[in-house]
């Protein structure tokens, strides 16, 4: 039983596309974040949500805790924005993540 | 920098044989975390730690020890490598445990 969903699993969009990644999870959290991870790379942490909408440069990350359902969004895609992005939530109950298995995102120049 | 420093970015050990990954935090983080990532798996908790002195289990800490003397460092032991931990594994540490996540670089291991 997985309690992130992630979709798609793989992505590929011309440079300059508007691109959607959506996270659905089936627990009560209290935090959902996005994290990026470049190939061979660490992983960075982009947003933290617990509710409404955040915006940083060219990406915005939406949650709707009722739907429990978050999506993540690039604009004007950008070769470098090419990575695996993860969905992860922080339930009420507990003291570890929940990690979805990523979406990889190949932006084509 | 301040951050998370793991140590070593590579390894290769042979069946049986034990090591330890080294996990180091300078920003006074109570809560430090082990991660495993296989492909198509994403992240698993092996091991993790709300403070000093204080470990507890995650979803797959067979294999696997831990201590926390110190709030700065986490290491975690393999204790008689196998094949099936053939892995990229992340440290991360955290004021809280809910936010404020910072990753490590990864160890990338190879179990022959």
């Known amino acids: 039983k997985n309690e992130v969903e992630q979709s798609p699993q793989n992505l590929t969009a011309q440079e300059g596309e508007f691109i959607t990644i959506n996270c659905s999870y089936s627990?009560?959290?209290?935090?959902l974040h996005w994290l990026q991870q470049h190939p061979g790379g660490g992983i960075v942490s982009l947003f933290m949500?617990?509710?409404g909408k955040k915006k940083h440069g060219r990406l915005i990350a939406t949650i709707n805790i009722q739907e429990k359902h978050s999506s993540l969004h690039i604009t004007a895609s950008h070769p470098r924005d090419s990575a695996v992005y993860i969905c992860?939530?922080?339930?009420?109950?507990?003291?570890?993540?929940?990690f979805g298995t990523g979406t990889s995102l190949t932006v084509i120049p | 920098n301040a951050g998370v420093t793991q140590t070593p970015k590579f390894q290769v050990l042979k069946t049986g044989q034990s090591m330890t990954l080294q996990c180091a935090q300078d920003?006074?983080?109570?809560?430090m975390s082990w991660y495993r990532q296989d492909p198509g798996m994403g992240l698993r908790l092996i091991h993790y730690?709300?403070?000093?002195?204080?470990?507890d289990q995650g979803e797959v800490p067979n294999g696997y020890n831990v201590s926390r003397s110190t709030t700065e460092d986490f290491p975690l032991r393999l204790l008689s490598a196998a094949p099936s931990q053939t892995s990229v594994y992340f440290c991360?540490?955290?004021?809280?445990?809910?936010?404020?996540?910072?990753f490590g670089s990864g160890t990338r291991l190879t179990v022959v």
């Open positions: 991360a540490s955290s004021p809280t445990g809910r936010y404020g996540y910072t």
């Open positions: 627990v009560g959290i209290s935090a």
């Open positions: 949500l617990s509710s």
């Open positions: 992860a939530v922080w339930p009420n109950t507990g003291n570890q993540f929940y």
């Open positions: 920003m006074n983080h109570e809560y």
């Open positions: 730690s709300v403070g000093a002195g204080i470990t």
